[in-house]
């Protein structure tokens, strides 16, 4: 018999984890990667007796591996906001799915855990950018203006860590990251001892963001206005691909009436042409549609966040039509 913990190399995926495994400790094999490595299912060959934990990548996109390790005899607790496709109706499936807008794996497990570690789950809500819950939640929890910032930064940082081509754009490998986290019943207990950690993903994280947001919109709907849509490229550089997503977060609270997608040049050719990694935001103030235009890129995600994998350079225009479409 064999554990397997496969979680999502993001904010979300890790404080799902940490929650968890605070709850229940468990000796397991930890599964993740970068946060677009979502074919987890794939990495692993279960047998009969093995206990298996996936949270925050979506069933539809491991809908193989999940039936596999179904019929070999192993128990899955399957935990997710994103698209799921045919949930299995099994006994050895405990599925936690929730595809609203407003929620993300880390308070499905919150809510599964009646609130046991619901800092950890206040730090994944902001680094998932559901600010309004996050924030209502630290409210709850009686926290300040600084503590809230704390759980704030600590969220996004771990969020924006997630993101790259590979792991060797990453800060941190997500498996390093949530065996630091996990020390930890409290994120605040994490940043004061950690602040080695707390520092390198906060300041990477602020110098990376400041050449994002000094790039010039390649295709705008309404030039000048903040609604619409709105295209920008980044080059093939590490800061780029590490910021690409947590780029579209930003750009969507500062302009929450307009829709953005980001691509991030590749180091690889499609063909020889130029192709993109791409992150796709709805406006925040109508948080759909994101997921339905991935797909037809063969991406994929949820409603008001979405990616692209690879994008060839002929994409280009039909994906700004499809924003201009979907938001204008």
Not at 230 to 235: K, Q, V
Request: with cysteine.
């Amino acid at each position: 018999m064999a554990d397997y913990d496969l979680f999502n190399g993001d904010a979300d995926g890790i404080c799902s984890l940490v929650q968890l495994r605070l709850a229940e400790p468990r000796i397991s094999t930890l599964i993740t990667g970068i946060k677009r490595d979502i074919k987890l299912m794939g990495h692993i060959r279960p047998e009969a007796g093995d206990r298996i934990t996936v949270l925050d990548v979506s069933m539809e996109k491991n809908q193989k591996g999940l039936h596999a390790a179904l019929e070999a005899g192993a128990t899955v607790f399957y935990a997710d906001h994103h698209q799921s496709g045919d949930i299995p109706d099994h006994p050895a499936l405990s599925a936690h799915i929730n595809t609203a807008s407003n929620t993300c794996t880390a308070l499905i497990v919150d809510y599964y855990l009646e609130g046991k570690y619901r800092d950890w789950a206040i730090v994944a809500a902001y680094g998932d950018n559901i600010t309004q819950v996050a924030e209502e939640l630290a409210n709850q929890a009686g926290y300040n203006t600084a503590q809230k910032l704390m759980l704030e930064q600590l969220g996004v940082g771990m969020n924006y860590n997630g993101y790259g081509a590979s792991l060797d754009d990453l800060f941190y490998h997500p498996a390093e990251l949530f065996r630091i986290a996990v020390q930890y019943d409290s994120p605040f207990d994490m940043i004061e001892t950690r602040q080695d950690v707390y520092r390198t993903l906060t300041v990477g994280y602020q110098e990376d963001m400041d050449k994002g947001l000094s790039i010039t919109p390649y295709s705008e709907t309404h030039p000048g206005e903040e609604k619409g849509a709105a295209m920008m490229i980044l080059p093939n550089e590490q800061w780029a691909r590490r910021i690409s997503g947590v780029l579209g977060n930003e750009l969507a609270n500062r302009f929450p009436d307009r829709a953005h997608a980001i691509l991030t040049e590749l180091p690889e050719p499609l063909n020889g042409e130029m192709a993109y990694l791409v992150s796709l935001r709805a406006p925040k103030n109508n948080l759909t549609g994101a997921d339905s235009i991935a797909v037809k890129f063969g991406g994929g995600g949820r409603k008001g966040a979405a990616g692209i994998d690879v994008l060839a350079t002929t994409d280009m225009d039909k994906l700004a039509d499809a924003l201009a479409e979907a938001y204008v």
